[in-house]
């Protein structure tokens, strides 16, 4: 009985792999391999490799002001590589969206989202 038991929680196990690994094929083939798994370089990146910071360290680099929530962040391709589209609250409940270059941390745009215009260049 025991053995029985065990023999079908085994086999349980089994097909949830199974099931877990077919899942996952099927959303790559959908969506293209990495759509949905962090950028790499998001651990501590090997010398020399100038890949995308970890997004602990960006942040800190963005010197935000105390109490700002990170609402949102998003992977970008503009002119040809690698953005971050960050979206924050502020204290003073201001939306803004921050485009950000994640090699650096260096804010190329930014709009404040109630004002609806176009990013301006530079700053926070």
Avoid: C
């Avoid at 010197?63 to 590589?81: M, S, V």
């Amino acid at each position: 009985m025991r053995t029985s038991l065990l023999l079908a929680a085994a086999l349980a196990a089994l097909l949830l792999g199974l099931a877990a690994l077919w899942l996952t094929r099927e959303n790559d083939a959908e969506h293209g391999p990495d759509e949905g798994r962090p950028a790499a370089g998001h651990g501590i990146p090997a010398s020399g490799d100038s890949g995308p910071l970890p997004l602990q360290e960006l942040v800190r680099r963005l010197h935000l002001p105390p109490d700002t929530r990170i609402l949102e962040i998003e992977r970008k391709q503009g002119d040809g590589r690698l953005l971050y589209e960050i979206e924050l609250l502020t204290p003073d409940q201001r939306v803004y969206e921050l485009l950000v270059d994640p090699r650096s941390g260096e804010v190329l745009e930014q709009e404040e989202e109630e004002d609806g215009d176009a990013f301006a260049a530079g700053g926070r």
